[in-house]
């Protein structure tokens, strides 16, 4: 799916299969027996790789920006038809209040197969400095801040206090505190 490296098969004998480790070049001889639960992939098979992009928005961001941003990302793509044959989607994947940002996905699809990972890595690579530099430029960038954590022992009427405090919040709220315009 995301084009990580692999052991791809070399040779495959009677008794045994010889695979090389994509990164690296290492190569190993499996028995045949060992092999058998695993997962394998014809990456020549899948004609057209898949790539996909996280990318990750302040929680904040106008929905402007975002459609801004998702059509550079498509016009990137759209301008290079030797690597890239469609874009096929960006939405939004999670939504994280606590930690201050919304997460979406990029999905393309690229000419070639996963068979030819260094053009498809290359590609992606490419598409991702994009994002990088688009998200600069719309000033959409997410700085996500770890949680605080509070750790302290409270007697029990201290935390009956604080969750009759929490609650009034949430009272006020349904009781129209709080509206969603839509804009």
């Known amino acids: 799916m995301n084009g990580s490296s692999g052991w791809m098969v070399k040779k495959v004998a009677l008794t045994a299969a010889t695979v090389c480790w994509g990164a690296a070049g290492e190569r190993a001889r499996l028995s045949n027996?060992?092999?058998?639960?695993?997962?394998?992939i014809n990456a020549n098979r899948s004609p057209k790789a898949t790539a996909h992009v996280q990318i990750k928005f302040s929680i904040d961001?106008?929905?402007?920006?975002?459609?801004?941003?998702?059509?550079?990302?498509?016009?990137f793509l759209k301008q290079r038809p030797p690597e890239w044959a469609a874009f096929l989607g960006f939405r939004p994947t999670e939504v994280?209040?606590?930690?201050?940002?919304?997460?979406?996905?990029?999905?393309?699809?690229?000419?070639?197969s996963w068979q030819k990972i260094g053009a498809t890595l290359g590609s992606k690579a490419k598409l991702t400095t994009c994002l990088l530099e688009v998200s600069k430029q719309l000033d959409v960038r997410c700085v996500c801040t770890p949680l605080p954590a509070n750790i302290k022992f409270q007697d029990a009427n201290d935390a009956l206090k604080a969750a009759r405090t929490q609650q009034d919040g949430v009272d006020q709220v349904e009781k129209g505190g709080a509206r969603f315009d839509g804009n």
């Open 33 to 40: 027996g060992a092999t058998s639960n695993l997962r394998a």
């Open 61 to 75: 961001t106008h929905h402007r920006k975002i459609q801004a941003f998702e059509s550079a990302a498509e016009q």
């Open 96 to 112: 994280a209040f606590e930690q201050g940002y919304t997460g979406c996905i990029l999905i393309a699809q690229h000419r070639e």
